[in-house]
Antibody, heavy 118, light 107 residues
Framework: EVQLVESGGGLEQPGRSLRLSCTASGFTFGDYAVNWFRQAPGKGLEWIGFIRSKGFGETTEYAASVKGRFTISRDDSKSIAYLQMNGLKTEDTAVYHC?????????WGQGTLVTVSS | DIQMTQSPSSLSASVGDRVTITCRASQSISTNLNWYQQKPGKAPNLLIFAASSLQSGVPSRFSGSGSGTDFTLTISSLQHEDFASYHCLQTYSTPYTFGQGTKLEVK
């Protein structure tokens, strides 16, 4: 069974950093891109970015709202993708999800809550 | 950016009804369109990818159609567990963008 589990969320102050992990199982992780999405409380869904597989150069793309602050990386030996979030803003408060595949974008993990507040 | 216009924003229906939700893209996205179901407090669940391909494990009462700019999600006979929110997502070009969502409620 394909599973993705996010971790690393929590309460952080504005301007600080946080790193989220997405641990995958049930498929050959290295063959697939990984997307990150988020959903602010009571709000809609937002795409954050993705990382392609090694076969496609592990290249990344990001939403304008996070470009230059967030970085996606991966460790295929551990089947983990990371979302490094720097310069956190209050508007980054959301549940963060990862998903398998660049265009198929599913399934998703259950998400991890990030709260940015002073 | 590609704008996705989803309609209706809310819908009241009864068990057994046939329901249709639409998404319109601001430009052609070929068939790069996914549909998700989301229940309160849960992650979105992929139902349909590439406009019409049923994700493994999803009941066959769900179907998707369309290409270019106009897309449809159809639930052929509503079941109790289908009352939820539904979202479309275009994966044709970045930034990927979602429709505003449709809340499907019990009539």
């Amino acid at each position: 069974e394909v599973q993705l589990v996010e971790s690393g969320g929590g309460l952080e102050q504005p301007g600080r950093s946080l790193r989220l992990s997405c641990t995958a199982s049930g498929f050959t992780f290295g063959d697939y891109a990984v997307n990150w999405f988020r959903q602010a409380p009571g709000k809609g869904l937002e795409w954050i970015g993705f990382i392609r597989s090694k076969g496609f150069g592990e290249t990344t793309e990001y939403a304008a709202s996070v470009k230059g602050r967030f970085t996606i990386s991966r460790d295929d030996s551990k089947s983990i993708a990371y979302l490094q979030m720097n310069g956190l803003k209050t508007e980054d408060t959301a549940v963060y999800h990862c998903s398998k595949g660049r265009t198929q974008a599913g399934p998703w993990g259950q998400g991890t809550l990030v709260t940015v507040s002073s | 950016d590609i704008q996705m216009t989803q309609s209706p924003s809310s819908l009241s229906a009864s068990v057994g009804d046939r329901v249709t939700i639409t998404c319109r893209a601001s430009q052609s996205i070929s068939t790069n369109l996914n549909w998700y179901q989301q229940k309160p407090g849960k992650a979105p669940n992929l139902l349909i990818f590439a406009a019409s391909s049923l994700q493994s494990g999803v009941p066959s009462r769900f179907s998707g159609s369309g290409s270019g700019t106009d897309f449809t999600l159809t639930i052929s006979s509503l079941q109790h567990e289908d009352f939820a929110s539904y979202h479309c997502l275009q994966t044709y070009s970045t930034p990927y963008t979602f429709g505003q969502g449709t809340k499907l409620e019990v009539k």
